[in-house]
């Protein structure tokens, strides 16, 4: 790897940008793309099912041989992961691709079309959108218009613009300065737990210089994007308790102790009134220089904006906009419960009441050290931190007790802003469209390549191929024909641009 | 009424008791009650049911018509009223008797016999119950059995004793010294909804000295008891607001405000952590007196015994002890939600959390000058109060924004501690059981009957006559025979006793 960067540095100075000028070459790629996304669609993808996983393996491997690359399953200890290389050269800089064809589960019955897995042609109109059968479909299809289908975006899509950028680098005659290697989760949808562990084993195959990962949607501005990082996450469940049974609350209101008010005052510690956490070392470490502070600024998000979607005056204060609120940890209520609400509401003193608690990471705040501080900060205010249900004993000799219960920890994963890959992919990406680059120093999203990402020990980058409105997870999936042409285009700048 | 009162302190020096000496004469009419209330609990009584309704006071008419009571329907907005009353006589103070006779609805499949209406004798055995047949009864039936069947307690076994207590003093050719009015209530587990108004068409008729109340549990210890008042009740739903929609707590976490702390810092402003409400003006108005905590502290209650069976160390702070924590007002969080918690939890900022309150009410303190206090200090802490869901202009135009909703007041009740009739009824009932009456000024649950006794203001007692472990309400109610034999004696010793 120390080789690779004194290659680096002096190649710096002599970058070159490729870029597609003929329209018409990129619409013929998309138009033959659109093919074969349709049949990757499909192949059903849900990783609960094991049978789906082979079958698109079986797929990729023909199409990835196709193009040239040698495949290979790697086997983990669930779904094997698929590999594909193009043959080494040993004075190339490796990149490394990562991109996923699981895909959630369907509720066929919540689409708009019969089947997810047959990819379906819509056009915009009015408020809603009109089908045209793929008869119709010219090499002068509309940018606006979209595929429906599970993974036409999320994340099938992308992989289908890789193989067709490759397809049009080799039409186009043109010479590949990177070693490629692409590595494909089956199991991104079910937490990529094999991930980490792969790259024990595999360490070897899977060593880059750098890694792109492409997945999820671009900046909602459209622009074209590059992600640094994504916040970690983990979680806390706490539980306070009244009397061990629900009592009746004119029996005993204002007598057994009261689990939700317990719940209120311990909670009412942990934050300010203006969202700010207010448990000693919860931010150490972070600091935000003003070059950092500027980049931040520059992407265009609006926070009238959000705040006018949303609904809400004013926004929490941990930063003073969007993009600086999430360089911090967070520390949401994401669930409150005690006895019942609502039509439910019954007149009893609750046995018990229940805050579940998620913490965003950033790469400054490990997860196990935040938790630990959020504990002993409980500690601090009177209460007998437990991990069980209390037994009698415990409930007759504590007058404040908890139960915490953790997951474990996804740790964020952020690329410096000055790596000189990712001022690479920016000018890449800058001159290729002739447009800024959205730099998004970390989304405030968890990723569960997150623990890949960190145990690799290269640069990584997620350079985002899809539209924004692609209604990722849920029914009705779908992808603009207009990204299809942005992603063979970003593919094919960065494969044919010298670093 | 004055007139009586007249009548009554020159009686009250010459009062007399009476008591049936003859267990023989008492054993042979507890074995008629419990035919007769077999008869009666026979007869379904859910006042869901119309006809169950008429089919009781059918029966009802000729039972009291047998021991020479005129009775009457008394038409109401919804089901009948039963109206009996022994011929009157202008010179005798008048108590005026109030039952019920409809049942809590029965789910057959979770009772331990086959129709919870067809009445079951069992007998204690081990951890558990062994039945038997009705046709090994003899009139040396033992205390501990009990008698199981929907309203065997509540409040059809009250009835039974009332009817029987006049045979026996008709058989023992007593008199009584009182004129007897007796109100039965056919949706008493329906909230009882007409009877206040029905005060309002039949004041006269209803006209008496004061009530007395056969409905509820004898304290725990079992003693003779006596209940002046029952606290009120009414009740508050909190909303507080977060993003309009729910939101992907990565994306949204530390920044999009949320609910869920604002819910927490508003409601630990509201009770310190001792337990105590620390609203301004909330407990205004009580004051206890040294004979009054006298009464409490008599009560035969064990805090210890109480913290020991819920299973907490220490009780909220509002009185020192259980009877003095009743005296006042409670503010009880019965409910709490927002989001999911458990394994349904979701990685989101939640839209709204919602806190449920019940207030039981002394009658210091009004249940809407309570509310109403509760809504300033929220007002204060600075919150927009509205009584809906907030619009988007709302939502755009405050920051902090509550939804309350509260249900109508039903005020609590209660008679002085030294009310002649009161103290007639003590000295009574600890004559006739040579035993301690344990007086509970007010007890911390809520009667629906609380309305009618404000609208009628004369003096009320709640006089229980069953077991406290009767499962009223649930499946498998259950009252001892013991305390038939308590109830007729009870009603026999005050229906001949003079005041």
Redesign the interface.
Known sequence: MKRIFGILFILLSFHSFSQINDSTAIKSQVAKAIKELGDFVAIPNDALNGDDIDDNIFWLKKKFNERGFNTTELETDNHPLFFAALPIEDNKPTILFYMHFDGQSVDRSKWNQPNPYKMVLKAPEGDGWKTHSFDDMLEDIPYDWRLFGRSTSDDKGPIVMFLNAIDLIKKNGKKIPFNIKVILDGEEEKSSKPLPNAVKVYRELLEADFLIINDGPVHSSGKPTLVYG??G?T?L?LTT?????P????????????P?????????T??N?E?KVIIPGYYDGITLDSTTIEVLKSVPDSDVA???K???????K??DF?QE??Q???????????????K???????ES????L?L?LVPETDGNRLKTLVKQHITKQGYKVIDHVPT?EE?????NIITITESSVTNAFRTDLNNPYGNFLVKTMKESFNDDVVQIRI????VPISPFINELKIPAFIIPMVNADNNQHSPNENLKIGQLAYGINTFYSILTSTL
């Not at 009592?247 to 009261?258: F, L």
């Not at 911090?328 to 609502?342: A, K």
């Not at 439910?344 to 609750?350: K, L």
């Not at 989304?443 to 968890?446: I, L, P």
Request: aromatic share 10%; net charge positive.
């Open positions: 994504c916040r996450i979680t469940s308790y009244g009397p061990v049974k009592q009746h609350s004119g029996h005993y209101g204002n007598y057994a102790p009261n939700g008010f317990q719940l209120a005052h311990l909670l009412a942990m934050k009134k969202g959000i705040a006018e949303q609904q809400f005056k004013t926004a929490e941990v930063g969007y609120a999430l911090y940890p967070s520390l949401n209520i994401r669930g409150l419960g005690s006895g019942w609400i609502g439910e509401a019954r007149t009893i003193v609750p009441a229940t805050a579940e998620d965003r009698k409930r007759l000799k504590f007058d989304m405030g999203g968890t």
